[in-house]
């Protein structure tokens, strides 16, 4: 399993709010507030090189020369429906963002991706597209989205998920190399139903308490 451009968030707060999520018995209320922290803390690294730039300000006590983001709005785009319980951490720490959303299910059989509904803000080059959706299995619904966003103009694209699965890294990593990818995990394997193992179960399911 390789990637160019993954990187593993392996900071405590991060590793210790994971592991509660895994654990089965984790009511549904805690589940998505954990995911919306470990959603905020992964955003830090995903807006890592965003530019700076200096503006003259004034403080209670003098000028100064203050670092202050030197780009247009970054987009949040939520893949539908699991992605929705990112959404709100990564809006904390980037309140600016535009958002947008791409509905995607996976078919339970063949394990493909099927599209219900894209609405996408209007301007996406030249900008960071965070793309959310807190599992990477196979990576055939983040591959189908990143592609979707690519059509749409994006260039600059960061998947943050929560967990992934070697199989997914390896399904970005060959469909969209430039891509840079967030993750708390990269758990062992698939099951032979397409379930990250030891992974934390169906995220839609918990987040949205449709078991
Ligand atoms: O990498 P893949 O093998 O494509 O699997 C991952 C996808 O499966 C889940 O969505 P799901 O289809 O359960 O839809 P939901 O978000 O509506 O629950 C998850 O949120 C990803 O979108
Ligand atoms: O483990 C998995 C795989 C796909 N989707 C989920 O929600 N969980
Ligand atoms: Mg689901």
Redesign the pocket.
């Known amino acids: 399993m390789t990637h160019p451009k993954l990187t593993l968030v392996d900071h405590p707060l991060v590793q210790h709010k994971l592991s509660l999520m895994r654990d089965a018995r984790t009511p549904g209320p805690d589940f998505r507030r954990l995911l919306r922290e470990i959603s905020l803390l992964l955003t830090y690294e995903a807006a890592r090189d965003l530019p700076l730039k200096t503006q003259t300000i004034t403080t209670p006590l003098t000028d100064m020369d203050a670092p202050v983001l030197a780009c247009a709005d970054p987009v949040v785009v939520s ?4 992605g929705n319980g990112l959404l709100d951490g990564v809006l904390d720490v980037i309140p600016t963002a535009k958002v947008g959303f791409v509905g ?3 078919n339970e059989e063949t ?1 493909r ?1 099927v599209q219900y509904y894209c609405k996408l803000p209007t301007e996406l080059s030249d900008r960071l597209v965070i793309a959310v ?10 591959a189908a989205a990143v592609s979707l966003l690519k059509d749409a103009g994006a260039t600059d694209i960061c998947l943050i998920c929560l967990l992934a699965a070697p199989e ?1 890294v390896e399904c970005m990593a060959r469909e969209h190399p430039d891509v840079r990818i967030v993750t708390a995990s990269v758990d062992s394997h698939l099951n032979e139903k ?1 379930y990250i193992v030891p992974g934390l179960g ?4 918990r987040i949205f308490g449709t078991v």
């Open positions: 893949i539908l429906r699991a995607l299910y996976r394990l991706p959706d807190p599992m990477l299995a196979t990576g055939n619904s983040s997914g397409g169906d995220a839609g399911d």
